[in-house]
């Protein structure tokens, strides 16, 4: 059974950092990993989507890689805003015909103005 | 373009009761899933639908919950009758094909009394 383990759980910087958000996974045979944010009482927004035979995709002052035989994902923020401020959440499309994502239990960050 | 709609936003019920939750996923996206997000257990798969069809409801936790879509705009997830570990925000996401980018509606937060 996949696992999505994302870390830290909490992250608290100023802003204007850079920063990296971790996503590791246990099964490497994945279809795609996509990075959502989640502000407080709503939905999901789709950040970034990585195709398995991709290594990286880039939106903006986000950059999302992949190395899929390491199980890892990491999510890039450049010059940090506190825009920025949200849940951050990985998960993972699985490979083998099946569907439905495995999610992370996210990131939550905080940028300090 | 409208995106993935959730109704109620909000249902408050007591113990028992019945409880049904809507979702209009965005028009044109052929592949309908539910989940489900506590604060223990994070975001969970219940069940999803590839062109109105039922796949997989593994993940729905008890016969309590049943799902159906009787068309490409429309589906429900009814919670009969309801308990208090039930309470958890429920939501419904669309994507183009069964393991394309999600996107999520705003969800569903229910509280059982």
């Known amino acids: 059974k996949q696992e999505v383990t994302q870390i830290p759980a909490a992250l608290s910087v100023p802003e204007g950092e850079n920063l990296v958000l971790n996503c590791s996974f246990t099964d490497s045979a994945i279809y795609n990993l996509q990075w959502f944010r989640q502000d407080p009482g709503k939905g999901l927004t789709s950040l970034l989507l990585i195709q398995s035979s991709q290594r990286e995709q880039t939106s903006g002052r986000l950059n999302a890689s992949l190395d899929k035989s390491s199980g890892r994902s990491t999510l890039y923020i450049a010059a940090s805003q506190p825009g920025d401020s949200a849940t951050y959440l990985c998960a993972v499309g699985p490979g083998g015909g099946a569907d439905g994502l495995t999610f992370g239990k996210g990131t939550h960050l905080i940028i300090q103005p | 373009d409208a995106g993935v709609i959730q109704s109620p936003r909000h249902e408050v019920t007591e113990m028992g009761q019945e409880v049904t939750l809507r979702c209009k996923p965005i028009?044109?996206?052929?592949?309908l899933f539910w989940y489900r997000q506590t604060m223990m257990r994070g975001l969970e798969l219940l069940i999803y639908f590839n062109n109105n069809v039922p796949i997989d409801d593994s993940g729905m936790p008890e016969d309590r919950f049943s799902a159906k879509m009787p068309n490409a705009s429309f589906s429900t997830l009814k919670i009969q009758p309801s308990e208090p570990r039930d309470s958890a925000v429920y939501f419904c996401a669309s994507s183009l094909s069964s393991n394309g980018e999600l996107f999520f509606g705003e969800g569903s937060r229910l509280t059982v009394l």
């Open positions: 028009s044109g996206h052929n592949s």
